[in-house]
Nanobody, 125 residues
Framework: QVQLVESGGGLVQAGGSLRLSCAAS????????MGWFRQVPGKEREFVAA????????YYADSVKGRFIISRDNAKNTVSLQMNSLKPEDTANYYC??????????????????WGQGTQVTVSS
């Protein structure tokens, strides 16, 4: 089992920045690929960013590429999402997720085994 707790959400004006953090506990965090997803009411949860277990490769949704940066610190069992140049359409509940590391696509919601409770990000125009 892996427990995930997100923090860092809040209200920010368009163009501003926020940094989300996810603290993992339980089984070895370094054996898991980590991802960030987001969801707004009435819509499906969507992929935002993910990073391989060894931190070697990061992946981004087209909508956030060039603005968001995902990183991880396996020694501290944390994964972060630096969000810059925020837009009102980035408003959502953001979730941290983990899956046992494996090859292949890393952006599918159903491939993730563990989820945090979410943290709300609101971007005002």
């Amino acid at each position: 089992q892996v427990q995930l707790v997100e923090s860092g959400g809040g209200l920010v004006q368009a163009g501003g920045s926020l940094r989300l953090s996810c603290a993992a506990s339980g089984r070895t965090h370094s054996s898991y690929d980590m991802g960030w997803f987001r969801q707004v009411p009435g819509k499906e949860r969507e992929f935002v960013a993910a990073i391989r277990w060894n931190g070697g490769t990061a992946y981004y949704a087209d909508s956030v590429k060039g603005r968001f940066i995902i990183s991880r610190d396996n020694a501290k069992n944390t994964v972060s999402l630096q969000m810059n140049s925020l837009k009102p359409e980035d408003t959502a509940n953001y979730y941290c997720a983990a899956r046992v590391a494996r090859l292949g696509a890393i952006n599918y919601v159903n491939d993730y085994d563990y989820w945090g409770q979410g943290t709300q990000v609101t971007v005002s125009s």
